[in-house]
């Protein structure tokens, strides 16, 4: 735990040493502001809830998420001091979840900062504040699964930038999958079985539904099974490709 | 004189290339050995796989009695590794990188300033301790890799080409800081400059496509050659004479 705790601090200091991180926070905030307001009609709907800010989430974490994810691993392999990572006296283990938990404690401080939206919110109406709790909850736990997939992709390449696109590819994959984008490309074809499972899926169906207020156990182990099954893949993966 | 470093039999593969082709040596306390060997010799692959970031195909590496592949973090703990290149977090300054190893490396907090203070006297580091690591020199960046194996004054020292890179000057410093560790350590450098051999080394090994050819104290190796010189030697045992 101790080694997971300074490996944490280290890769969290680290977003704060460039600019990367005001820069991800001020993205993150004006375009789920600008997405909350103008696209999904905060105002207009003249509903005090959040559903127009969360409903958005899945398509922020799409692109920023990757950017966040892309150095995790990649930047370790350019630089060679993955050499010296696993060469002190720490497990794979310790240094796949301290990096991960770095770079998932970054985007809680993002996804905090949009609390003003939530006081507006009181401030505007009555809205069912257990809803919105449970939301951030799901949005939370969203990212984590979008992080730890970045952060595997990350592991398979030196290169920064192949590392942001392939991820946010595959988040893509993920987020539509339980959608009609998706679906109805299998739906002519495959068994029903096969696209029943390709749209259990979906990150977007299994946040829409805590997104109601409900937290199904189901859907937590969904995402947390998703960011267990990426953070093991991604230490073998180190493990595989280290060499190179 | 005991082992604190045994090779036996180490081999590496990378799918039909053999980098590291059976070696086996013993290193113990006191001892400085220069690996030698050409570019693609299978040096840095050798101290990869002592400083448990590669797995060996075959054989063992045993550091202070602890074999790397039952006990890792055993052997990690016991070594001080200098990386090829000396990698180092550029964003981190070399005060905050060295407090970082420390820590990890398990120094108790009431002593880390202590250990750190002591390694940047050693390396001449306290110059640019407050400035981040990616401005420093090519010289500064490497002694930041050499403070970093020394932090926890390990018993056993890797150091993958400590001097490349550096002026004459740093050279000797870096040297004069090995000689003044040897009578307590054991201590392996790789190296392709033939002069650092004489000028630190208490034996040299001189390996070639993952083969030890040569193992012997420098001044052996030497007259073994007609010219009486170990470049000379170097060059007639791998095949360039």
């Given amino acids: 735990m101790r080694n997971i705790g300074l490996i944490f601090r280290r890769e969290f200091a680290a977003y704060f040493a460039t600019p990367l991180a005001y820069i991800f926070i001020v993205i993150f905030l004006v375009m789920a502001g600008t997405m909350t307001f103008f696209v999904g009609g905060f105002l207009a709907r003249d509903q005090a809830d959040l559903q127009p800010f969360f409903g958005f989430h899945p398509w922020l974490y799409l692109f920023l998420v990757p950017a966040l994810s892309m150095r995790l691993w990649a930047e370790d392999r350019r630089l060679g001091t993955i050499e010296l990572l696993l060469t002190l006296p720490i497990t794979m283990v310790e240094a796949v979840i301290g990096k991960f938990l770095a770079a998932w404690a970054f985007t809680g401080v993002a996804l905090a900062l949009t609390f003003p939206l939530w006081i507006s919110v009181n401030y505007l109406g009555n809205p069912d504040n257990g809803v919105i709790v449970a939301s951030y909850l799901g949005s939370y736990l969203m990212a984590g699964a979008y992080m730890a997939i970045g952060s595997l992709i990350s592991a398979m390449t030196k290169n920064q930038v192949i590392a942001f696109v392939v991820a946010a590819a595959v988040c893509f994959l993920f987020t539509v999958a339980g959608s009609p984008i998706l679906l109805n490309y299998f739906e002519n074809w495959a068994p029903g079985e096969l696209v029943q499972t390709i749209a259990s899926f979906g990150f977007m169906t299994h946040f829409q539904a805590i997104q109601r207020g409900v937290i199904d156990l189901r859907d937590l182990i969904f995402f947390g099974s998703a960011i267990a099954i990426a953070l093991t893949a991604n230490a073998y993966v180190i493990d595989w490709k280290k060499a190179e | ?241």
């Fill in chain 2, 1 to 241: 004189m005991s082992a604190l470093l045994s090779i036996q039999k180490l081999t590496k593969r990378f799918g039909a290339i053999t980098a590291v082709d059976g070696l086996e040596f013993e290193v113990g306390r006191g001892e400085v050995l220069g690996f030698l060997g050409p570019n693609g010799a299978g040096k840095s692959t050798t101290m990869k796989m002592i400083s448990g970031f590669l797995a060996p195909t075959a054989g063992t590496v045993v550091v202070a009695g602890h074999d790397v592949r039952q006990e890792p973090q055993a052997v990690k703990a016991a070594i001080g590794y200098l990386p090829e290149g000396a990698p180092a977090y550029p964003d981190m300054t070399p005060l905050s990188f060295l407090c970082f190893v420390a820590r990890i490396r398990g120094i108790a907090e009431k002593d880390v300033a202590g250990a750190v203070e002591r390694v940047i006297a050693q390396t001449r580091l306290s110059d640019v301790v407050m400035q981040p690591i990616e401005t420093l020199s090519k010289g500064f960046k490497r002694r930041v890799g050499l403070a970093q194996a020394l932090v926890h004054d390990p018993e056993v020292l890797i150091l993958d080409e400590p001097t490349d890179g550096l002026d004459p000057n740093q050279k000797h410093e870096v040297r004069g800081l090995i000689q003044s560790m040897a009578a307590e350590k054991c201590i392996v450098v790789s190296t392709h400059i033939l002069e650092e051999v004489d000028a630190v080394c208490t034996r040299a090994m001189i390996i070639a496509r993952g083969r030890v050819l040569a193992d012997g104290i420098p001044a052996d190796l030497k007259a073994r050659s007609g010219a009486a010189s170990l470049d000379d030697y170097f060059r007639e045992v791998t095949g360039h004479a």
